[in-house]
C-alpha cells in the first residue's frame, strides 16, 4: 500500500513539475487584473487610442517619435541594467514592473504620465475604487537606487554570475543615488465625478526620512506592489494620474521619469 502511494505521489509531482507554469496563480473575483488582455511571453502593447479592462477605459496617445503618454500594457518583468542606449534596450526596463522576484501578476498597465491630459482612466458610471496596486518599473526603479554608471566595468548588481560589462540606466540627467533625506518620487492621483475634483491621493514610490510630512521617518524605495486605499477620493468617473519627485533639472523639470506600474483595481461592489 505504502508502495502504491509513493508511486502516486511521485505521478502528481511530475505532473506539476512539468507544468507551463511555475506557480498556479488563483485570480481575485471582480478585481480588474487585465489578464483578458492577450499577450505573447514577455511582450507589451501600446495601442493607439488606448485600450477597456474590466469596463474601464485607459487613455493612450502614441507620439511620432514612438514614445506614448497615458497607459500600456504589459507582461514583462526585468531587472537588470540595460547594455546598450537604444530604444529597444531602454524598453525593455520601461515596459517591466519591478518586483523583488518574478512578477506573479501576469498582465499589467504602464503609465507615462508626463501631462494629465493624457494619463487617465475613465468608468461607466460612478464607483468607488478601494484600491490600486501599485510599483515601479524597473527603468525608474534602477535610475532612483543606483543613479549612473561610473562608465567603469562591473558586475550586474541582480545577476551576479552574469558576465562583467559596462551597464547603465541611460537616465537622462541622474548623476547620483536618490537615498538623500528628503527624496522623493511619487504619484498624484486625482478622482472627478464629471466635472467635479473629489480629492487627491500621494502614492510614494520612493520616500526618503522627512520627505513625506505625515510620515517623516519613513525610508524606503517600492521594489513590489503595493496596496493603495482610494476610498477617500469617493464616487468617481475619471481618475487623472501624474508624477513628481525632488531630483530635478535647472529648469525645475523632474529628472526621474513619469513613469509606474499599476495592476488589481478593485472597485465596492454596490
Not at 71 to 95: E, G, H, P
Not at 210 to 223: E, G, L, M
Request: aromatic share 12%; charged share 20%.
Amino acid at each position: 500500500m505504502k508502495k502504491k502511494f509513493i508511486l502516486i505521489l511521485a505521478i502528481v509531482v511530475s505532473l506539476i513539475s512539468c507544468s507551463d507554469k511555475d506557480e498556479v496563480l488563483v485570480p481575485i473575483p471582480d478585481d480588474i487584473t487585465f489578464n483578458e488582455l492577450s499577450l505573447a511571453p514577455y511582450t507589451h502593447s501600446v495601442p493607439s487610442g488606448g485600450f477597456t479592462s474590466g469596463g474601464i477605459k485607459f487613455n493612450t496617445v502614441v507620439k511620432s517619435d514612438g514614445s506614448y503618454s497615458g497607459f500600456a500594457y504589459s507582461n514583462q518583468n526585468n531587472r537588470s541594467f540595460v547594455w546598450t542606449n537604444t530604444k529597444a534596450a531602454r524598453d525593455t526596463n520601461i515596459l517591466s514592473v519591478y518586483t523583488n522576484y518574478r512578477n506573479l501578476t501576469e498582465v499589467y498597465a504602464v503609465a507615462a504620465a508626463d501631462n494629465d491630459t493624457d494619463t487617465y482612466f475613465t468608468l461607466e458610471k460612478p464607483s468607488v475604487i478601494e484600491h490600486i496596486l501599485f510599483a515601479n518599473n524597473t527603468y525608474n526603479y534602477l535610475a532612483m537606487n543606483y543613479g549612473a554608471n561610473s562608465g567603469s566595468v562591473i558586475a550586474n548588481p541582480n545577476i551576479p554570475s552574469a558576465p562583467k560589462a559596462l551597464w547603465n540606466t541611460y537616465a537622462p540627467g541622474v548623476t547620483r543615488k536618490m537615498n538623500m533625506d528628503g527624496d522623493y518620487y511619487k504619484v498624484v492621483v486625482k478622482g472627478y465625478n464629471g466635472a467635479n475634483q473629489t480629492g487627491s491621493v500621494d502614492v510614494y514610490l520612493l520616500c526618503r526620512k522627512t520627505a513625506d510630512p505625515a510620515n517623516p521617518t519613513f525610508n524606503f524605495i517600492r521594489t513590489d506592489w503595493i496596496a493603495v486605499d482610494l476610498t477617500s477620493l469617493g464616487p468617481v468617473t475619471k481618475v487623472v494620474f501624474s508624477t513628481d519627485c525632488n531630483y530635478k533639472d535647472t529648469e525645475g523639470n523632474d529628472l526621474i521619469h513619469s513613469y509606474f506600474c499599476i495592476d488589481g483595481i478593485r472597485l465596492r461592489k454596490e
